[in-house]
């Protein structure tokens, strides 16, 4: 089993240069192709530590979105235009057609998702970047005081603010 990373999740962890926790996760995290055009066409500033995070072996796969069944599930996921992103519709189109878990942020995509796999029949886990991060501290890879360093610098320098003060407030 893979977890395919949606943009949002990925930026994340592109803009706190922290690739490294991703290899980590388990199960392993792979992209779209459509995933890649979006950040090199959406974030060009993230686009270098993206392609280092692939070579490094940090992404164990880049997945095209090619069997007519996921072709066809991504073109339903693109109407209307606009409504979800290239990478969003191709990430949601393998993991239901592949079984494979989601990673995404965005909210009405994941209720999107789940609707959809609900609808076509298939389980779908959708993990945000907070159950990554969970997932890490509770596997013994990252402690909650490095956490909650990534945390801040994601309140302070980023755009993406959880609504944690600390992931201790998630932990027993």
């Given amino acids: 089993m893979l977890l395919i990373a949606d943009t949002s999740v990925l930026i994340n962890f592109l803009n706190i240069d922290a690739m490294h926790l991703i290899a980590r996760h388990q199960p ?42 996921e072709v066809e599930l991504f073109g339903r996921l693109q109407q209307p235009a606009g409504r979800l992103g290239i990478g969003e519709s191709s990430a949601i189109a393998v993991a239901i057609k592949r079984g494979y878990a989601l990673a995404m942020d965005d909210r009405r995509a994941v209720r999107d998702a789940k609707e959809l796999a609900a609808a076509e029949g298939a389980a779908l886990e959708v993990l945000g970047t907070q159950d990554i991060v969970v997932r890490l501290i509770r596997a013994g890879q990252l402690s909650v005081e490095q956490a909650d ?24």
Avoid at 42 to 66: C, N, Y
Avoid at 162 to 169: A, D, V
């Fill in 149 to 172: 360093v990534h945390l801040v610098s994601w309140r302070t320098q980023h755009r993406f603010h959880l609504r944690i003060r600390s992931f201790s407030e998630l932990l027993p």
């Fill in 28 to 69: 392993p995290c792979a992209i779209t192709q459509h995933v890649i055009e979006e950040v090199t066409n959406l974030f060009p500033e993230q686009q270098a530590r993206l392609t280092s995070a692939i070579a490094a072996g940090h992404i164990v796969e880049v997945i095209s979105a090619a069997s007519p069944d």
